[in-house]
């Protein structure tokens, strides 16, 4: 199995500013991904964050907006920028290993 | 594109066996059923996957159908931690595809 923590659990920020979400996994993985979680709904790829190159964005998602980095094989962070009530969301990781995805606890948005 | 169907929501009598059904009409030969399970506040969490044959670990029992078309997963004796959300996923199996999730089914276990 592999354990994903994330930082922060939940915040709460002004609309135009930006957040950054860390992920960390206690142990090298080769895929990462983000998912976005709106209320009451299922979960929606974000992308997939590649180490070494540019994260692959899912149609609707676009860089500029969701950018994310992949130093190394247990980290990633998801930044969200220019923030608006709609990005309210919990925003969560997931880690591959072997045949299974193992996912963090999410992170809580709520803009304001 | 859904590539499985799930009723939205069921109720369970804990204690009792509780039998969630998903169809996967279009389903690949590469393809494997997966399903995880989201409770209140937490993120999705693995349950168990097959390709073709029944498989059982000590959380549930999957059922796949010999056409591959559907498949039903089974939790043996529902308790009310049970109650989440449960999503039916197929994907080929390995570590570098994406999960994309349906709308699941939502589990009440009822005391």
């Known amino acids: 199995s592999a354990v994903i923590s994330q930082k922060p659990s939940r915040d709460i920020c002004q609309r135009g500013t930006s957040l950054t979400i860390q992920c960390q996994v206690d142990?090298?993985?080769?895929?990462m991904f983000w998912y976005r979680q709106q209320p009451g709904q299922s979960l929606t790829l974000i992308a997939t964050?590649?180490?070494?190159?540019?994260?692959?964005?899912e149609s609707g998602f676009v860089i500029d907006k969701f950018p994310i980095s992949r130093p190394n094989l247990t980290f990633s962070t998801l930044t969200v920028s220019n923030l608006s009530p709609e990005d309210s969301s919990i925003y969560l990781c997931s880690a591959a290993r072997g045949s299974e995805q193992y996912f963090g606890p999410g992170t809580r948005l709520t803009v304001t | 594109d859904a590539k499985t169907t799930q009723p939205p929501s069921m109720d369970c009598a804990e204690g009792r066996a509780a039998n969630l059904p998903c169809n996967h009409s279009?389903?690949?030969?590469?393809?494997?059923v997966y399903w995880y399970r989201q409770i209140h506040s937490q993120g999705p969490q693995y349950i168990i996957h097959?390709?073709?044959n029944n498989e059982t670990n000590e959380m549930a029992s999957l059922i796949i159908t010999e056409d591959r078309k559907s498949s039903t997963l089974i939790l043996p004796h529902a308790t009310l931690r049970d109650t989440a959300v449960y999503y039916c996923i197929v994907e080929p199996k390995t570590s570098y595809d994406k999960v994309i999730f349906g709308p699941g089914t939502s589990l009440s276990v009822i005391p």
């Open positions: 964050a590649n180490q070494g190159s540019e994260a692959t964005y």
């Open positions: 279009t389903i690949s030969g590469n393809e494997y």
């Open positions: 097959g390709l073709k």
């Open positions: 142990s090298q993985v080769t895929m």
